[in-house]
């Protein structure tokens, strides 16, 4: 896998927004396949496990395996949804944007959390956007045809790894770009870093 071409092709922005206060982390990446074919492969709980984990929707309900779940408080196939994200006892939410662009679909994933998150507070935008990024270089596997044997395993590659650094080094530009004190950025892209790959002090 050519891990800094993943890495470069997934574009990360970081901002606020209108929630009281909230904080935003935005992912997004062009996939060469259709917009009804992505959000297929976003929708459908048969296609998600072989990406990301096994879903189980009820209603507009879902769970994900061992992670989080939530509502899904509005879809507009095929261009998109909006839901709830609920872990680890806070709420934050998501939306889904699908868009037809002319070398295929543009994917854009926002996540909002309210601005006084503790996880934002210690790990910065790299607290969601490491997973994010993990989760879009499976969704990139699936639609070309791979697919990761063991994703645990992999995280704890030499190449999971520096998978990993990178994404965090990524949210902390990203991070600064938004107006972060660049030292303050990188400390939060240590811990980041730390408590996705096991290694030094969280």
């Known amino acids: 896998m050519d891990v800094t071409h993943q890495i470069s092709a997934t574009r ?9 206060q909230a904080r935003t ?4 990446r062009t996939y060469d396949t259709t917009l009804e074919d992505l959000f297929e492969a976003c929708t459908s709980p048969e296609r998600i496990r072989r990406w990301f984990l096994p879903v189980t929707i009820d209603g507009d309900h879902y769970q994900i395996e061992g992670n989080a779940s939530g509502t899904i408080q509005h879809c507009d196939p095929p261009k ?9 006892g806070d709420v934050s939410w998501i939306e889904l944007r699908l868009t037809p662009v002319q070398d295929g679909t543009r994917f854009e994933l926002e996540h909002i959390a309210h601005a006084d ?15 994010w990024d993990m989760m879009v270089l499976g969704l990139s596997l699936h639609l070309s045809g791979a697919m990761m044997d063991d994703p645990v395993a992999w995280s704890a590659s030499d190449e999971g790894r520096e998978f990993i650094t990178r994404s965090s080094t990524a949210w902390r530009d990203a991070s600064i770009a938004s ?3 660049p030292d303050a950025a990188r ?6 870093t ?4 096991g290694s030094g002090e969280q």
């Open 12 to 20: 990360r922005v970081v901002g606020s927004r209108v929630l009281d």
């Open 25 to 28: 982390v935005t992912i997004g």
């Open 80 to 88: 998109g949804f909006s839901a709830t994200w609920e872990y680890g």
């Open 117 to 131: 998150d503790e996880r934002w507070a210690q790990f910065g935008p790299g607290a969601v956007g490491v997973g």
């Open 179 to 181: 107006g972060t004190d």
């Open 187 to 192: 400390d939060a892209a240590d811990r980041t």
């Open 194 to 197: 730390a408590a996705y790959t």
